[in-house]
């Protein structure tokens, strides 16, 4: 009897503690890809880590992964360029990025931007199952699918912040 209510109860742990896996191997990923961690903000159910990637475009990002129903997340990345100076251009620029982007809304995939004088963020999220990213063993993550996932998601990122970065 003991033995198999320790079963279902390690089962619920692991079946909550999915999202904390999944965001664990995100670290994993994107620390060997050589962007450090430098925050990490973590609650009950949602985990967030914002790496330094100093890049030719982007200059960090930040990673949410927010578990909302079962396994449904919602994976949120916001990417950053900084730029050493703003010119009265950019504050232009600015206004008009922040009226196009009025009715966009980054929850349905689109890419929304917002220019803060020399930095500029670009943000999309999209609706995720954990199951997708966990295999039938404990802990067992599916790291080239949560790879090639991420990659899409920067390389999105990049091509839309490109326009914004001054040499």
Known sequence: MLKSLTSVFQ???????KD??????IVRLMVERGYPLIGFEA???????RFLLDQDVLYAVRIVLDKKIGSVS???????????LADPDDMISM???????????????????????N?????VSAFKSLNTYTGS???EVNTDLLRQDLDEILNRLTEELRRFKKK
């Open 95 to 117: 206004f008009k990025t922040d009226l196009m982007n009025i009715a966009k809304i980054p929850l349905l995939g689109q890419i929304k931007l917002n220019h803060e004088y």
């Open 43 to 49: 609650g009950e159910d949602r985990q967030c880590g």
């Open 119 to 123: 930095t500029i963020y670009a943000t």
């Open 137 to 139: 063993r404990v802990g």
């Open 11 to 17: 089962k619920f742990q692991e079946w909550s503690s």
């Open 20 to 25: 904390e896996i999944i965001f664990g191997e």
């Open 74 to 84: 919602v994976l949120n990345l916001t990417a950053e360029v900084r730029n050493k």
